[in-house]
Structures are given as C-alpha cells and as structure tokens.
C-alpha cells in the first residue's frame, strides 16, 4: 500500500484505494506531466503502426487474458495521431484530469494537451491514441529535449486513459508501442517525470540529473525518469535541454 498524501500538499504524489476494481492514480499537483492507472498483469499480442485513416478496416491490436487475471479479451487498435485529432485529445485529456484531479487541473492540462496537439508535427511532437470503436480512449505525447550533443532525447508526457477504461493495462501498453516506435526511429533515450512505481513498469528507472538533466529546475527530482533505447548505458550530458514551448513553463516541473 502507497503512503496516501493529502491533497494539499504540494509533494502529493499518489491516491490509493482499497477497492479492487478502482484505478490508482499516480499523480501530482507537481506531477502534472504524469497520469498513471494500476493494472492487471497482462500478456500482449504484437502490433504495428496502422495508418490513420485505415484504421478502421485493419486487425485490431488485442489484449490477452492471462492466468492471473479476471481481465477479458479487449481488442482496440494503436496509431499515431496529427493535428486534425486536436479536439478529440483535448477532450480526452480535460475529461480525464477533471474526473481525478478537479476541474482546475482538467483545464490546465487540457490546455496543454491542445498546445502540443496543436504543433504534433512527428518530429519535434509525436503523439499516439488508442482507439475502440472508433473512439479515441488513450493517449500520449513524446516530445523531443534539445542538447548541444547529437543524442536523441524524448520526454513522455502526458498520458491519459479514459475514466471507463481505466484499470485494464491500456496506458502501460500504449507507453510500450510507443517506446518501440521511438526505437524504430533510432533515438537513444527517452524519460518522463512521475511516479516510479508505476513507470519502472514500463521500463523506466530514476536517473540523475548529473547524468540528463531536466529543461527546468524540477520540484520533486526522485520522480525524474529515463531508460536507454539502445541497450548501452545513458551517457552523462552535461547540460540542461531546451524542451517545446508548452512545456517551458515551471508549473509543470
């Protein structure tokens, strides 16, 4: 059982329930870049990139049930999202933060999902969904941090799992295809700023900032994350990246 932090508090970093059905939310007043659902144990078929426009005529990406859980078959299908989803991700994204965290919080991150959807371009933005029924149910963003070195970097944040949906392994699995299309693009590195716990799930491990440091000062550095996409060890970069506009703002740090 996670330490339950009040509200309040500007280290809140977690909610716990006790109810086996409910979703934990990995989450922070500082922690804005991060939402977060337990899941149960799942094995994955594998997937592809499915083009948006073709998405609904291909096989769909499918959840396995495995002998640990009570989880059933739930097919849905993963693709990388451009600016013409813009509404449907902000929407997604304002739902989901006002369901949790308030409708103070819904509009601030709703805000910045609409940014950076705004500017997905592929390159500098990537962004990806989760569809079922041809509504978008999840989503992330990878965003890429400029350093003087030639190294590739991507920060994830944010993501966002429908409220309904929650609980069913969908953001761990989304982060995953992700990781793996960041991989077939040759990045080195990719990071996030959260709750451990949850991202070590998905690859992810605490990382000095002697090692990368984060593009501003950052309020709660145990939840600064990275992990090598190249199976070498990260290097040391001595200096602090320039990250996209929407991001350079310290309350998000």
Known sequence: MQQIIPRNSPRRCTKVTNHAKSPTLCYASKFRLSFVVNYTKLSYSCCKVIPEKSYASTAQFCFKRSKYSNFERYGMIHQILNKLKQKEIEEL???VFT???GEKEGKLIGNLSAQLASNIDNNEIICFGSYKNKTLIASIFFSRLHFNQSIQVFM??????STEHQGK???QALIKYG???LKNRAVDVAVTYGDPSFYSKVGFQAVSENVIQAPLRLSMPFGWLGQSLTGKAIPAINERPV???AFNNPIYW
Request: aromatic letters at 4%; proline letters at 5%; charged letters at 10%.
């Open 93 to 95: 994204f304002t739902s």
């Open 99 to 101: 369901s949790s965290e």
């Open 156 to 161: 994830l944040a944010p993501v966002a799992v």
């Open 179 to 181: 990781l793996n299309a």
């Open 243 to 245: 990250c996209v506009k």
């Open 169 to 171: 392994g969908i953001g």
